[in-house]
Structure formats: structure tokens, C-alpha cells
């Protein structure tokens, strides 16, 4: 199992440019996240979707968007990236919840820098 | 809301030496608590969860209510536990996780 799997590794952007930021799992997991790492920040919930078909909004949603492809694939796309979106972005998935069980398995991340 | 508190960004000590990262919340119904940890070049991983009440790796933390905190605990730090430590808070039946900003740990020899 490759777990949670990220791509691309690296990007860099204009300001203006859009991307795609894609994510996937095999761990046949319903729930999915996307989260933006920002040094003295923390980890802050950009979307997030809880079964296929569903997507909901984090706490970092402006500029962002998501699609939940099918159970395996959930993207992150920049319509038009700023500055303000370089950050290292994660994606995690977790099986369905159960009390106390709510491991979330993270991917390696993407650094994006936006020019 | 839901939030979590780490108040040290970087805390340095010495091999051997006992380790306390600490981490307070604040949720109005039952939390569940967990400490991920960050290796250099790695990604993130679960240390360990309060309702499984283990020992991962040394560490432990304990969930006290009455003061609202999950402090990670180890009594002889080593090298290799060097890492940006993150607590976090879900609520109970929920899926999505709130992390605090994160502690650098450093352990020097």
C-alpha cells in the first residue's frame, strides 16, 4: 500500500496562474482533507470531504477549491494563485469515525511557492 | 469554538533530560485529543491518542479535564525526538481535526 500519495512534489507559480494539486489513497478511506502548513501556524483545514460526493469548507477556504473525484481522489485547485497561498499543502484521509479511532494518515506534502 | 493551545513554539533541552510539551484546549463537549509528530523530511504521523492510553515511543499524555490540557510527557529525552510535535482536537463523532501551531522539539547531546 502506498498510503496517502501526493503530486506534484514542488511547484512554482506566477501570481495569476492556476493548478491542480492532487491527491489519492488506497486504504479505502471515506473521509478526506487538504490542509496548508505555514510556519508559526500550525495546520489549518482548507476543505475537507466526508464521503465521496460530499466536500465541505475548513477554516482556510478563500481561493481554493475541491473536487472529490471518486472515493480514492480528492484535488485542490488554485484558480489564481497569490503570494499568500505559498505554504506546504497536505492531504490526509481517515477511515470512517469511531469513538476515540479518528487517525488521520497524511500524505508528504506540497510545497508551492507563488511568485 | 473549538481550539487548541500550544504555548511553546521551540523547546530545547538535553539527552536525558524529562520533556513536557504542553497543549490546552477549548471545546464545549467531549473532545478527543491526539500528538502528531513532524520528523525532519517526513510526513506527519500519530503519536499517540488519549482514549488508547498508551506509551508510544516513551511519551504519554493525559487528558485532564478539569484543567482542560493533554500535555505530552517523556522522562528521558533522546536525539532522535527531535521534531514539530502537534496536538489536536476532534470532537467526539466527527471527523475533522483543529491543530495547535505546533512545538518545535530539540535534543541536543
Known amino acids: 500500500n502506498a498510503g496517502v500519495t501526493q503530486t506534484p512534489k514542488f511547484q512554482v507559480l506566477k501570481t495569476g496562474q492556476s493548478m491542480t494539486l492532487q491527491c489519492a489513497q488506497d486504504m479505502n478511506h471515506n473521509s478526506m482533507y487538504w490542509y496548508r502548513q505555514d510556519p508559526g501556524m500550525g495546520l489549518r483545514l482548507i476543505y475537507y470531504s466526508a464521503s465521496e460526493g460530499t466536500t465541505d469548507k475548513g477554516e482556510v477556504p478563500n481561493g481554493y477549491n475541491v473536487s472529490r473525484l471518486n472515493k480514492r481522489e480528492f484535488s485542490l485547485r488554485l484558480e489564481s494563485a497569490a503570494p499568500s497561498q505559498t505554504s506546504v499543502y497536505f492531504c490526509a484521509s481517515s477511515p470512517p469515525g469511531r469513538e476515540g479511532r479518528n487517525e488521520q494518515f497524511f500524505g508528504p506534502g506540497t510545497r508551492l511557492t507563488v511568485l | 469554538a473549538q481550539r487548541v493551545t500550544q504555548p511553546e513554539k521551540l523547546l530545547s533541552v538535553f539527552k536525558g533530560a524529562p520533556v513536557e510539551l504542553k497543549c490546552n484546549y477549548s471545546?464545549?463537549?467531549?473532545?478527543?485529543l491526539f500528538w502528531y509528530v513532524q520528523y525532519s523530511r517526513q510526513r506527519l504521523q500519530l503519536l499517540l491518542r488519549h482514549i488508547s492510553r498508551e506509551s508510544i515511543k516513551g511519551f504519554t499524555a493525559d487528558l485532564n479535564k478539569g484543567e482542560t490540557s493533554f500535555h505530552l510527557k517523556k522522562p528521558f529525552a533522546q536525539e532522535e525526538d527531535s521534531a514539530m510535535y502537534y496536538c489536536a482536537l476532534s470532537g467526539r463523532g466527527y471527523s475533522t481535526l483543529t491543530f495547535g501551531k505546533g512545538t518545535m522539539l530539540l535534543v541536543s547531546p
Open positions: 471545546y464545549s463537549g467531549s473532545p478527543e
